[in-house]
């Protein structure tokens, strides 16, 4: 996935206000995106983190408020998984991917495969970071949907782990997730988008949501939406992944969800994105 964004730390905009009303009150100097430095973070072993958020990660990037960066995540599927399933060739798989479940053996408590964090320079706890979504596209031809036994909406229709790899058509801009069942997948999102918690909290998973922002799995923010995430350690330290070709309101199974196609077709989860933010104070 591509996408275009902007991170704006607003000065003085404290907790309970700047989550709730303070979403439009930033504060201090713009800077132009026309001035801005430009940086490129893609997927390693040594610029992820998997199922975590933590304000003592050492940050892979360090960015001056207004800067660009363009930024890809990585699916969290083990990549033997899609190999195995025949819908896409091996060569389908990034490298970068298995390099990341064959290198990254520090994991969780949460599932997410995150890039980052990105550290930006001057951000302090009581600053509000703002998130322009320039541009999303998908940058795979797959994704996948996973039921966990016992889980979500239907739990007792899904007693055993249910999986699918499912291929996507990115010039047409849709998927098939069932025979003769085709979904758009023209408003591809990132399912988290998070800063590291409060340095008391210590390591938290990426699976719940909270004041840090996290994984938020909110279909609407898409390319040219705004996110105001309060900032609550030195750096704000951003990290992004989780990445969703299609969703509905939610995720019915646990993971990404059509809506549109209710009856045993849950989605599209797991799409690689590439990003760009830009910083401003």
Same mark, same amino acid.
């Given at each position: 996935m591509r996408a275009l964004s902007s991170l704006r730390p607003a000065r003085n905009l404290h907790a309970p206000s700047a989550v709730a009303g303070a979403l439009l009150l930033v504060t201090g100097v713009g800077v132009s995106a026309a001035c801005a430095a430009e940086h490129t973070l893609m997927p390693s072993p040594k610029t992820v983190h998997i199922g975590y958020f933590l304000a003592t990660v050492k940050?892979?990037?360090?960015?001056?408020?207004?800067?660009?960066?363009?930024i890809e995540s990585a699916a969290s599927i083990v990549p033997a998984v899609v190999d195995q399933s025949g819908v896409v060739p091996p060569g389908a798989v990034p490298q970068y991917q298995r390099d990341i479940y064959g290198e990254v053996k520090d994991r969780g408590?949460?599932?997410?495969?995150?890039?980052?964090?990105?550290?930006i320079r001057g951000a302090e706890p009581g600053d509000v970071l703002e998130v322009r979504i320039l541009d999303i596209g998908l940058a795979l031809d797959?994704?996948?949907?996973?039921?966990?036994?016992?889980?979500?909406?239907?739990?007792d229709e899904f007693t055993a782990i249910w999986s699918r790899v499912i291929p996507i058509d990115r010039q047409a801009k849709t998927a098939?997730?069932?025979? /003769?069942?085709?979904?758009?997948?023209?408003?591809?999102?990132? @399912?988290?988008?998070?800063? !590291?918690? *409060?340095?008391t909290l210590g390591r938290i998973s990426s699976g719940p949501p909270g004041v840090h922002s996290?994984?938020?799995?909110?279909?609407?923010?898409?390319? /040219?939406?705004?996110?105001?995430?309060?900032?609550?350690?030195? @750096?704000?330290?951003?990290? !992004?992944? *989780?990445?969703?070709?299609?969703?509905?309101?939610?995720?019915v199974d646990l993971t990404a969800i059509v809506t549109q196609v209710v009856d045993g077709t849950k989605g599209i989860h797991g799409m690689?994105?590439?990003?760009?933010?830009?910083?401003?104070?």
């Open positions: 940050p892979v990037l360090s960015i001056d408020s207004g800067d660009i960066v363009t408590p949460g599932p997410h495969i995150l890039t980052g964090p990105i550290e797959w994704g996948f949907n996973r039921q966990r036994p016992y889980t979500g909406a239907l739990p098939e997730v069932a025979k /003769g069942v085709v979904v758009p997948v023209d408003k591809p999102f990132f @399912g988290t988008m998070g800063l !590291a918690p *409060d340095p996290g994984n938020m799995d909110n279909k609407d923010l898409v390319a /040219g939406t705004t996110l105001f995430m309060p900032v609550q350690a030195s @750096g704000a330290l951003f990290s !992004a992944g *989780d990445a969703h070709a299609a969703q509905g309101h939610g995720e690689i994105p590439k990003s760009i933010f830009v910083a401003q104070r």
